[in-house]
T-cell receptor
Framework: DTEVTQTPKHLVMGMTNKKSLKCEQH?????MYWYKQKAKKPPELMFV???????INESVPSRFSPECPNSSLLNLHLHALQPEDSALYLC????????????FGNGTRLTVT | DQQVKQNSPSLSVQEGRISILNCDYT??????FLWYKKYPAEGPTFLIS?????DKNEDGRFTVFLNKSAKHLSLHIVPSQPGDSAVYFC?????????????FGQGTILTVHP
């Protein structure tokens, strides 16, 4: 069982909808991440939070809005998405600092219609 | 600019034999490398990592070799098992301001036949 839990597992939304992806970890990790993976492509970093503060934004469009309410939770708010945003959205966590590996959740499969 | 490349999209190996997965990188700022395994409908699972100051790291059936001069790393799985069949990603990472940013290769599909 993965120690990073993502909900929902699948999401279908229209281009005018507002939805949120949720991620939770209870490993005491203080760094959390959002990655995006398109079909047959590698995961690509979107955002990094360190100690609940946004530390990296990889020039992600504003229709994606991350939020870190506390050290265990990470949300990704979605609004006015495009069909090309359909992808697997992966959340990950790690201890901050050093070269600790990222622990990934199983992802949310998002389809934008 | 693809900083991490896995040039073999797929690899087929017989059970019990060695699987060798290769990865090349161009970014000399990477100071650690990781291998992840991914099953369908699951997130990537961490396998093994290596610091750029080392040339080998071993963990059970998995060994990663790093050749900095050639900017090449490889993952050896011995002996290979059918349960190892998955997509394998190598990734490079750097500390400092780029901490937490992993750059992944395209992945190699490993199939281990019984």
């Amino acid at each position: 069982d993965t120690e990073v839990t993502q909900t929902p597992k699948h999401l279908v939304m229209g281009m005018t909808n507002k939805k949120s992806l949720k991620c939770e970890q209870h490993m005491g990790h203080r760094a959390m991440y959002w990655y995006k993976q398109k079909a047959k492509k590698p995961p690509e970093l979107m955002f990094v939070y360190s100690y609940e503060k946004l530390s990296i934004n990889e020039s992600v469009p504003s229709r994606f809005s991350p939020e870190c309410p506390n050290s265990s939770l990470l949300n990704l708010h979605l609004h006015a998405l495009q069909p090309e945003d359909s992808a697997l959205y992966l959340c990950a966590s790690s201890p901050p600092g050093g070269y600790s590996p990222l622990h990934f959740g199983n992802g949310t499969r998002l389809t934008v219609t | 600019d693809q900083q991490v490349k896995q040039n073999s999209p797929s690899l087929s190996v017989q059970e019990g034999r060695i699987s060798i997965l290769n990865c090349d990188y161009t970014n000399s700022m990477f100071d650690y490398f990781l291998w992840y395994k991914k099953y369908p409908a699951e997130g990537p699972t961490f396998l093994i990592s290596i610091s750029s100051i080392k040339d080998k790291n071993e963990d059970g059936r998995f060994t990663v070799f790093l050749n900095k001069s050639a900017k090449h790393l490889s993952l050896h799985i011995v002996p290979s098992q059918p349960g190892d069949s998955a997509v394998y990603f190598c990734a490079g990472g750097g500390g400092g301001t780029s901490y937490g940013k992993l750059t992944f290769g395209q992945g190699t599909i490993l199939t281990v036949h019984p």
